[in-house]
T-cell receptor
Framework: DTGVSQDPRHKITKRGQNVTFRCDPI?????LYWYRQTLGQGPEFLTY????????KSRLLSDRFSAERPKGSFSTLEIQRTEQGDSAMYLC??????????FGEGSWLTVV | GIQVEQSPPDLILQEGANSTLRCNFS?????LQWFHQNPWGQLINLFY???GTKQNGRLSATTVATERYSLLYISSSQTTDSGVYFC????????????FGTGTRLQVTL
């Protein structure tokens, strides 16, 4: 099994630009999650997919954020019109049957 | 929403020492997981333990669901155990929305 893969690992962008992160889950994992983590805090839930269906979204996910999981495989998280407050690590995780979840290494975003 | 508190917030141990980390949660849960976040940010799943006791090498965990707490035991600590330990819970049983605790930052020194 390869683990959960995230790309890019690091992104520096100017305020107002759009950014997109990609996540490739562990193969055959039907559940995929996005979390956000800021320095000194625990991860916060953003959104959850079961196969291609986005079943839950956090109130943290403003209208500038959109996530997709076409065909129930990889997922993308796009942030439009980035703000400095979006600077964080974006974590993707996957699971099979909703038990043990496995995290990727994260994508660090810095908005300058 | 559910509240998850961990103690102690910080812990410094000498290599070889044992420790107990605690996680208290405010409501009934049917999914509880312990994670270790290493200094490079990678979150590693240690245990899926909504109830009962599990052991994996030098680590073991116990969850008493009826009393709303879980304990993580680290024995014979090593420098590679350093990092932040998180407890995460979910009440749906599907892990659709894990709520993470505040974390315990552990530093193991030589």
């Amino acid at each position: 099994d390869t683990g959960v893969s995230q790309d890019p690992r690091h992104k520096i962008t100017k305020r107002g630009q759009n950014v997109t992160f990609r996540c490739d889950p562990i193969s055959e994992h039907n559940r995929l999650y996005w979390y956000r983590q800021t320095l000194g805090q625990g991860p916060e839930f953003l959104t959850y997919f079961q196969n291609e269906a986005q079943l839950e979204k956090s109130r943290l996910l403003s209208d500038r954020f959109s996530a997709e999981r076409p065909k129930g495989s990889f997922s993308t998280l796009e942030i439009q019109r980035t703000e400095q407050g979006d600077s964080a690590m974006y974590l993707c995780a996957s699971a099979y049957s909703g038990n043990t979840i496995y995290f990727g290494e994260g994508s660090w975003l810095t908005v300058v | 929403g559910i509240q998850v508190e961990q103690s102690p917030p910080d812990l410094i141990l000498q290599e070889g020492a044992n420790s107990t980390l605690r996680c208290n949660f405010s409501d009934s849960v049917n999914n509880l997981q312990w994670f270790h976040q290493n200094p490079w940010g990678q979150l590693i799943n240690l245990f899926y333990i909504p109830s009962g006791t599990k052991q994996n090498g030098r680590l073991s965990a116990t969850t008493v669901a009826t009393e709303r707490y879980s304990l993580l035991y680290i024995s014979s600590s090593q420098t590679t155990d350093s990092g932040v330990y998180f407890c995460a819970v979910d009440y749906t049983g599907t892990a659709s929305k894990l709520t993470f605790g505040t974390g315990t930052r552990l530093q193991v020194t030589l």
